[in-house]
Structure formats: structure tokens, C-alpha cells
């Protein structure tokens, strides 16, 4: 399946780092003092065991305690005294080391946090202000996949595998420098696998990098059908269908498994590798030492190796498996933050086409609507909806505008809003001239052609009610104030009692305070269209858009909102998008919409006389006709 997040996405050469380096910006300084934190305490970790090879050597075998950058004077002669000093700075080592990782964790935790943050809430503002057409041709559950695993993909590294990638650095270092103090020839021999080790972890991370991809693209999938399922639940229970769901969310499972057994078998393979090549080295360094404290000194090595010297040696050569250990699944966790950077960048950055609009607000004065010409194709469809339409809404009038289903009415008012744009919109930031409407005409307001104002104000101008009704979590208050700032209870109580909405509210356990549930579950499809319409009347809007607010609504509530209806649309231009004809029967003119074409206008009377499609449709409505006409 085609990802168009990841269809969409721009190739930065590093889109992990161009993404930290965009959002972290401002918090910096947590990282830095988190990074230094951590290399003081990982390398003071080390200490412990240097202190008391040292001190072996020092008590038992009459050497000098010489610790690097202690100026000797300090140093106790006489054993107890030494001992207790010993025993001070492993003390002190261990407080520090211990302050180094809380400092670690605090540093990297606000870090990360504030990043992730700002990566939400950005990616989400980026993601609503897409042009509507992205999401006919992609799945929410894409989308969702990007906002929530991804971003926690992203959370993961910056909070874990950063930190551990910074550990696994500083211990490899501080590793080879105790080793360098203990005897520097050692070391290097150590430092001779170097290459081999970083050789096959750069070509794992090169093997796995290309397989995370696909885990995402399938997760994303994945996500999209559980989301469509459990929306669509009753359906799948009226038909019985929830086997065959299984199968198919199985189906959608799998090939999610399937692609992350892949990366997980690639990553898998890293680790005995690494701890292999260093098991190899550890026995030939004990060999080594052994032979060199025993005999002499072997090979190219000269010089002396006391017990106390080897022993630690070979401590910090074991400490270098755990590190190369964990090195696998930071390169696991890397590429796969990376994928989902890729994913991030790519949903931040799709084109936002005609959604990148003028500056210049809309006044609307009289109200007066005008589709010139107007043709339109959806995105994508080689297939047109309009093609050369043309109509008039006088101010303060109401246009009906019915049809069969898939005749293009609610497309009509949707290029109003602005939800698409009319074709040969190339340049959305350029003048137009009602003489140079380009090839898709133009739909324009009081004269000024709607590609011309900033969509915030079109859209303010605009008080739109669709079919669906949705409303939010949240109260019946809430819901019918949104978008609204600052309104009183007394402007809210008026434009419930417009929609005929107040009695029911009223009615509800608390009132205007009652929660509605996600989509608002909790009341009537009737109730939930009521409040829509009081939300799109609170503002008071000069055009108002009613698409199919009726066709979930009863007949006592049709009958409610049509005798509202005078009062809804008083000094406003108002689109009536509707299949019951009752709804537009008293608009000053309705069009009859056909395959994307006007094929009959005027008002009520006027069509039912005519005896046209109009008045067919009419008739079968009010059962006036003996058969139905196929």
C-alpha cells in the first residue's frame, strides 16, 4: 500500500537531525548540560575499578599510588591513611557519578518533552491546514499513525536511545582511556578491532535503514483499518460481517508483523557480532597478559604488567560488551526515529496548495454569490463535476439546490467555502480581474472573487451546516460556542432558541453543561443537527450553507427548523443543499442539479408547472404518481 506521507515527504539528506535542530532549537542548553552530565558520569564510572587496581598495587606490591593529575604530596604513606583515602575518593567518585545521571535524565527528559511537544503540535496545525483534498486521497488512520506512533517513535529516541547512544560513545572512550593509563601498548592492541567493529555496524545500520520504511508505511495501514472498523462498528454487526473483519485486520496485522520481523531479524544479528569479535580480543589480551606478567614481555610489547594493572584491564575490556551490546538496538531505534522523521517532515510539508491564501479580508456589504462559469474536476479525477456553471444568489435570498445523489450539490457549496478550488487555479496568490478567471471561472462574493480574501474570513463570513453534524467531546454549550470567543450565555440561549434546540437542552440532566460524548453519541440525530445549526447562526454570518441538514432530522423536527426557517435565513444569503423538496419549497429560486449540470432553475411553482424533473420529483415525494420512474 502507497503511503502519501511518505509519497509526500521532502528528501532531507538528515531529517532526524533537520528536526531536532528545527524544534529544539530554543531548549539547547537542556541538551547540552544533559550531554555533559552524562560524559562526567560515565566516565567517573570507570573509576572505581582504576582506584583500586591502583591500590592493590599501591598496599601489596610497593608501587606508587600515582592517580593522573593528583599531585603526590596529597597521597598518604602510611597504609590505613591510604586506604581511607582510597576509600574517600571512591565515595566521592560515586556521589558525583550518581548526580551526573540524574542531572542525565532531568537534561534529556525536559529536552525531549519540549521537543516532542512542539513536533505535535506543529505536525497537528500542518496537518489541518492541508487543502481538504489530501485527506479524499489518503486514511485518517495514516495521518493518526503519523501524529501518535511516529511522534512517540520520535519521543523514544530523544528520550532513551539519544542518551544511550551518547553512553555507548563515552564509554567506548573512557574505556580506552583508563586502559591507555594502565599500559598504553595494551590499549592499542585493543584499539586494533576498531575498524572491524565499526566496519559491521555501519553496514548493519546501512541493512536496516531501508527496512523501516515499510514497517511504518503497514503500522499506518494497520491503524487506518482498526479506525475505520470501530467507526463503522453497527454495520459490521448488522451484517454479521466480524469474521470476516478478522480476517482482514488479521490480513492488515500480519503484513505489519511481517515487515517488523524483518527489521527486528536484520537488528538481531548485530549483537553476537559485536560481542564476538570482542570475546576474540578479550582472550587474546588475557593470553597476552598472562604470558607477559608470567615471562616476559611477548610480541612488539616492552616494559612491565603488574596483576594490578591487568586485572582492571581486562574489567574495562568486558565493560566494552555492553555497550557494543546495546549498539544494536540504538541502531535499530536510529533508523527506525529516522523513518519516522521521514513521515513527520513528510505530513508537515505536503503541499498546502490554495490553503496558503491571500491576506486581504473579506467585507461582505450586500451578500450577493456569483458562480461564473465554474468548472471543476476533483484532484487526481480526470472526470469533471461542473463544467461551465453559472449562477446568481441575490442578497437576502435563499437558493435551493436539489438533485439526485452524485449530482454535485454539496460539491457546489463546498467550492464556496473553499474546501476545493475551481479549476486553472495554478497560482493561488495571484490577482484575478473578471476578465481573467482563468479556465475554471470564478465564484466570487459582492464582486470580489473568493481566491482573492484569506480563507479566515471567507470561512467567518460563511455559517455552514453539513449532513454529518459533527460536534465535539465536550458540553452542549461548548459545542454550539465553538470557534466563537467571549459569548454569553444570553447569545447562546437566542441561537439555540433560532434552531429550535433551547426545549431539549433544557430538558437534558444538566442543561447547557450536559456532555454530548465523542461526536456527540449521547443525543438524537435530530438534537445533534439542532445544535449544529445554533452553532453556525451564533456568529451571525451574512451567507449561511445548509447541506442536507435535514436528512437525519424527523419529521417534528424537519417541521420545527422549516418554521424557523424565515427566521434563520432574515437578511442573510442562504444555500439550501436538500433531497426532501419541503425543505427548499419556499426558496426564492432552486436549481435542479444533473451530472454536474443546471438543467432546471426557479421557484417551486414555477417547476412543478413546468412539468419538468423538478416536478416529477415532487410528485413522487408527495406520492402523487403510480410508478416510480427508473
Not at 344 to 373: C, H, K, P, Q
Not at 501 to 510: G, N, Q
Request: glycine share 8%; charged share 20%.
Amino acid at each position: 500500500m502507497t503511503d502519501p506521507t511518505i509519497g509526500e515527504r521532502s528528501e532531507r539528506g538528515y531529517p532526524l537531525l533537520a528536526l531536532i535542530r528545527e524544534h529544539g532549537r530554543s531548549d539547547v542548553h537542556y541538551l547540552a548540560v544533559a550531554m555533559v552530565a552524562r560524559v562526567m558520569a560515565t566516565f567517573l564510572s570507570f573509576a572505581d575499578v582504576f582506584l583500586i587496581g591502583l591500590g592493590i598495587d599501591a598496599l601489596f606490591n610497593d608501587e606508587p599510588f600515582a592517580l593522573p593529575f593528583l599531585p603526590q604530596a596529597w597521597v598518604p604513606a602510611e597504609p590505613l591513611s591510604l586506604l581511607l583515602f582510597i576509600t574517600g575518593l571512591l565515595v566521592a567518585s560515586n556521589l558525583l557519578t550518581n548526580l551526573g545521571g540524574f542531572v542525565t535524565e532531568y537534561g534529556f527528559g525536559v529536552f525531549a518533552q519540549r521537543v516532542i511537544h512542539d513536533v505535535r503540535v506543529s505536525t497537528f496545525d500542518a496537518a489541518q491546514r492541508i487543502q481538504l483534498g489530501f485527506y479524499d486521497e489518503s486514511r485518517t488512520g495514516n495521518v493518526i499513525s503519523v501524529l501518535n506512533d511516529d511522534v512517540n517513535q520520535l519521543n523514544t529516541f530523544l528520550n532513551t536511545i539519544l542518551s544511550a547512544a551518547i553512553w555507548i560513545v563515552v564509554t567506548l572512550v573512557s574505556a580506552f582511556v583508563y586502559m591507555s593509563a594502565l599500559n598504553w601498548q595494551l590499549a592499542l592492541f585493543v584499539l586494533l578491532s576498531g575498524p572491524l567493529i565499526g566496519g559491521v555496524n555501519v553496514w548493519f545500520s546501512r541493512r536496516l535503514e531501508p527496512l523501516q520504511d515499510p514497517v511504518r508505511t503497514e503500522r499506518g495501514a494497520l491503524n487506518a483499518r482498526l479506525e475505520t472498523n470501530l467507526s463503522g462498528i453497527d454495520v459490521i454487526k448488522s451484517f454479521t460481517a466480524e469474521e470476516h473483519e478478522r480476517e482482514r485486520v488479521g490480513a492488515s496485522s500480519f503484513d505489519y508483523f511481517r515487515t517488523r520481523f524483518a527489521s527486528r531479524r536484520a537488528a538481531v544479528q548485530q549483537s553476537p557480532v559485536n560481542r564476538l569479535i570482542v570475546g576474540i580480543w578479550l582472550l587474546l589480551t588475557l593470553a597476552i597478559g598472562i604470558y607477559w606478567i608470567v615471562d616476559e614481555p611477548p610480541l612488539f610489547f616492552t616494559g612491565t604488567l603488574t596483576a594490578g594493572q591487568l586485572v582492571p584491564f581486562l574489567f574495562y575490556m568486558e565493560r566494552l560488551t555492553l555497550p557494543l551490546k546495546n549498539l544494536s538496538g540504538v541502531i535499530d531505534h536510529y533508523t527506525s526515529a529516522k523513518a519516522s522523521a521521514k513521515r513527520i517532515d513528510g505530513l508537515a510539508t505536503v503541499d498546502r496548495g490554495f490553503e496558503n491564501d491571500a491576506e486581504t479580508a473579506l467585507e461582505v456589504t450586500e451578500g450577493r454569490v456569483t458562480f461564473d462559469d465554474v468548472t471543476f474536476g476533483y484532484p487526481g479525477s480526470d472526470q469533471r463535476v461542473f463544467d461551465g456553471i453559472d449562477l446568481t444568489a441575490e442578497p437576502g435570498t435563499t437558493v435551493g439546490l436539489v438533485g439526485a445523489t452524485g449530482a454535485g450539490k454539496s460539491t457546489l457549496v463546498k467550492l464556496l467555502l473553499r474546501f476545493y478550488d475551481v479549476d486553472g487555479t495554478d497560482d493561488p496568490s495571484a490577482s484575478r480581474t473578471e476578465s481573467d478567471d482563468g479556465d475554471g471561472g470564478a465564484i466570487s462574493i459582492d464582486g470580489r472573487d473568493v481566491r482573492d480574501v484569506s480563507l479566515e474570513s471567507l470561512r467567518e463570513a460563511i455559517g455552514y451546516v453539513d449532513q454529518e453534524s459533527f460536534l465535539f467531546d465536550g458540553t452542549v454549550r461548548d459545542n454550539i460556542a465553538y470557534g466563537v470567543s467571549d459569548v454569553s450565555q444570553g447569545r447562546i440561549e437566542e441561537a439555540a432558541r433560532t434552531a429550535g434546540a433551547h426545549r431539549f437542552i433544557t430538558e437534558l440532566p444538566d442543561g447547557y453543561e450536559t456532555r454530548v460524548g465523542d461526536q456527540g453519541t449521547t443525543l438524537s440525530g435530530g438534537q445533534r443537527q439542532r445544535i449544529a445549526i445554533a452553532r453556525a447562526i451564533l456568529p451571525d454570518p451574512p451567507i449561511l450553507v445548509f447541506d442536507e441538514a435535514t436528512s437525519h432530522v424527523d419529521n417534528e423536527t424537519e417541521l420545527v427548523l422549516q418554521e424557523k426557517l424565515d427566521e434563520l435565513t432574515a437578511d442573510r444569503t442562504t444555500f439550501v443543499v436538500a433531497h426532501r423538496l419541503s425543505t427548499v419549497r419556499d426558496a426564492d429560486q432552486i436549481l435542479v442539479l444533473e451530472d454536474g449540470d443546471v438543467v432546471e432553475r426557479g421557484t417551486h411553482d414555477e417547476l412543478v408547472e413546468r412539468g419538468g424533473a423538478y416536478a416529477t420529483l415532487w410528485r413522487i415525494q408527495i406520492g402523487d404518481v403510480a410508478e416510480v420512474p427508473s
